[in-house]
């Protein structure tokens, strides 16, 4: 085998019955010149005989750091980079009970070298757990061509934030961790890695499988969870004040609007409705004392949202409901819709990319 260019770092807790099709998709990859780095959590099944099984039949390296109570997936990650685990020019942190097609791995890695970008997205599909149906597709609509004038893309904020779809440049990562967060560590992971990144490339076919479980879409979050992600995005914009980055505010602001604004917000506010107006309240008074200048943030502006479509009438909905100190309308009435109608594919792209999907 060639040298390792990829690093895959994967935490396993609980998931026996995803491995199979996680790792025989890995195993029949066209790319071949990576390895794996499992984070076993013990969680009294069966994934590690299933997974020394896989490291056993030597198609591809399999390094199985074990440890001794749950992680979680922030810390799982963490454990590995901490490891001295990663190899290689690239790295990916997949999750073990979604499933890539074959060719996955060197779609990125082919784009990423093309366009010797920092961070390579692709295209991805979600599917129903029972069913297998396809709910949806997204990440498909991206630009062409490589983009350079990172300040000014701010279709980036509308994108999900997940990890798993995402190919790093080793040199971006060294050096960063997820932290202890235990909610939308993925936001914060990528507000910290910005201000490095000077060049994003597209893979604008779904070549990853995300699956969708019953109750994907009531994520709730505890009020705990609220506080210590309110907490967060003051240490990410005093990172971005020490760094002196001007330049990137705007669109820093639009990204904590999306997902401190709407996301964590709604998601606080679906575990206890009769606290909405509480918890929309409470993130109005944040957003006005440590980002005051989101009410003029130029990516909020009714123009500028009107050009991205759904998504962007959407975001300048939620806008307006700030304004008027409403948002708990919001919290409430797409609680109702969702149990009512369900996983609608219409509202999908909007309402997923920015409530998030990390647990």
Not at 210 to 235: G, P, Q, T, W
């Amino acid at each position: 085998m060639s040298r390792i260019e990829v690093t895959v770092i994967v935490p396993v807790y609980n998931v026996e019955k995803y491995l199979d099709d996680f790792f025989s998709r890995m195993m029949a990859q066209t790319f071949k010149n990576f390895r794996i780095v499992v984070v076993f959590d013990d969680s009294g099944d069966d994934s590690l005989a299933i997974i020394k099984g896989y490291r056993d039949n030597g198609v591809i390296p399999i390094e199985i750091l074990q440890s001794e109570r749950p992680r979680g997936l922030a810390a799982a990650r963490d454990y590995a980079l901490e490891n001295g685990a990663i190899e290689g020019d690239y790295l990916l942190f997949l999750d073990p009970d979604d499933y890539p097609d074959v060719d996955f791995v060197e779609s990125l890695v082919d784009e990423a070298k093309r366009s010797n970008a920092d961070i390579t997205m692709c295209g991805f599909r979600r599917f129903d757990d029972e069913t297998s149906k396809t709910l949806c597709i997204e990440m498909v609509n991206n630009p062409v061509e490589p983009v350079d004038d990172i300040a000014n893309f701010d279709t980036l904020a509308y994108m999900n934030t997940c990890v798993w779809d995402k190919l790093y440049k080793r040199g971006l990562v060294e050096g960063r961790r997820f932290g202890s967060v235990k909610r939308i560590e993925d936001v914060f992971w990528h507000l910290r890695l910005l201000p490095s990144v000077n060049r994003i490339a597209f893979v604008n076919i779904p070549v990853y499988n995300y699956r969708i479980r019953k109750d994907s879409l009531a994520n709730s979050v505890s009020y705990e969870n609220y506080i210590e992600a309110l907490e967060e995005f003051k240490k990410i914009k005093a990172e971005y004040q020490s760094l002196s980055r001007s330049d990137l505010e705007s669109l820093m602001e639009l990204v904590v609007f999306f997902r401190c604004g709407i996301g964590i917000t709604y998601r606080a506010g679906i575990r206890d409705l009769s606290r909405a107006g509480f918890y929309a309240k409470n993130t109005r008074s944040f957003l006005d004392e440590n980002f005051p200048a989101w009410k003029h943030n130029k990516f909020l502006k009714f123009a500028n949202c009107r050009r991205k479509g759904v998504k962007g009438i959407g975001l300048w909905i939620c806008v307006m409901l700030y304004r008027m100190n409403i948002f708990s309308v919001y919290i409430k009435a797409f609680n109702w819709f969702t149990r009512t109608f369900g996983y609608v594919n219409i509202l999908v792209e909007f309402v997923k990319s920015v409530v998030g999907d990390t647990t």
